[in-house]
């Protein structure tokens, strides 16, 4: 990190498969790391899914979770109902709540993801 600067290619990058039982890849930028958020949480990244990919269903426990669209449109399941994001939509999945989010439409969706804890 350059001061206050830190710049992409200097993120630790992954591609998860089936990530959390979802369908397909996901590419994740980590921005942050733990420690550089004062162990306040464990992820500060922008995640990337092509077309039919998805993160699965799963619950926070001890954590909360956002997700803040930048790209492409995304179907998000909060355990009872569903809804469509477009790009500027942000979601909160707060302890003890559970979510899944699928890459849907014709470009990849891409989102920052930030992880919490109570």
């Given at each position: 990190?350059?001061?206050?600067?830190?710049?992409i290619?200097?993120?630790?990058?992954?591609?998860?498969?089936?990530?959390?039982?979802?369908?397909?890849?996901?590419?994740?930028?980590?921005?942050?790391?733990?420690?550089?958020?004062?162990?306040?949480?464990?992820?500060?990244?922008?995640?990337?899914?092509?077309?039919?990919?998805?993160?699965?269903y799963?619950?926070?426990?001890?954590?909360?979770?956002?997700?803040?669209?930048?790209?492409?449109?995304?179907?998000?399941?909060?355990?009872?109902?569903?809804?469509?994001?477009?790009?500027?939509?942000?979601?909160?999945?707060?302890?003890?709540?559970?979510?899944?989010?699928?890459?849907?439409?014709?470009?990849?969706?891409?989102?920052?993801?930030?992880?919490?804890?109570?």
């Amino acid at each position: 990190m350059d001061d206050m600067v830190k710049r992409i290619e200097n993120c630790e990058s992954e591609v998860m498969v089936n990530m959390r039982g979802g369908d397909g890849s996901v590419t994740i930028e980590r921005l942050l790391t733990p420690a550089e958020m004062y162990d306040k949480g464990r992820l500060y990244a922008v995640l990337s899914l092509e077309p039919g990919s998805s993160i699965g269903y799963h619950v926070h426990e001890g954590e909360m979770e956002s997700f803040h669209i930048v790209g492409g449109e995304a179907e998000f399941y909060d355990g009872s109902e569903k809804y469509i994001l477009h790009p500027s939509d942000t979601t909160l999945t707060l302890d003890g709540e559970g979510h899944s989010i699928r890459s849907i439409g014709d470009e990849p969706l891409v989102f920052i993801a930030q992880i919490l804890y109570k």
